[in-house]
């Protein structure tokens, strides 16, 4: 349990998600693989599709590797972009945000 805890990593998303962040978003998410990811996306205005792409290809990689992918926090525009393009982010967001 000690090791499992110890992989935990987070990132913080950057306000705005568009065509030009989507290759860093790629890079940061790729060099964090393989630990347990708690997503900060409480900062972000405005979300692209391909960085909404790009973070459900990340969630099915951390399913894919057994390890927790999570949102601890989203603003509103984050989550009603994500609600627009049809992602549901439901199962992502920690427990304390589905309120």
């Not at 900060?40 to 399913?63: F, I, P």
């Not at 949102?71 to 992602?87: D, Y």
Request: hydrophobic share 45%.
């Amino acid at each position: 349990m000690a090791s499992r805890k110890a992989a935990q990593k987070s990132m913080s998303l950057a306000p705005v998600l568009d065509l030009n962040e989507a290759t860093a978003l790629r890079d940061k998410l790729m060099a964090l693989k393989g630990s347990d990811l708690t997503i900060d996306a409480s900062a972000v205005e405005r979300v692209g599709t391909l960085c909404a792409q790009v973070l459900m290809a990340g969630a099915k990689t951390w399913e894919a590797d057994k390890r927790n992918y999570t949102f601890a926090k989203a603003s509103e525009p984050f989550v009603k972009t994500m609600q627009l393009i049809g992602v549901d982010i439901e199962h992502l967001l920690a427990k304390e945000t589905q309120q």
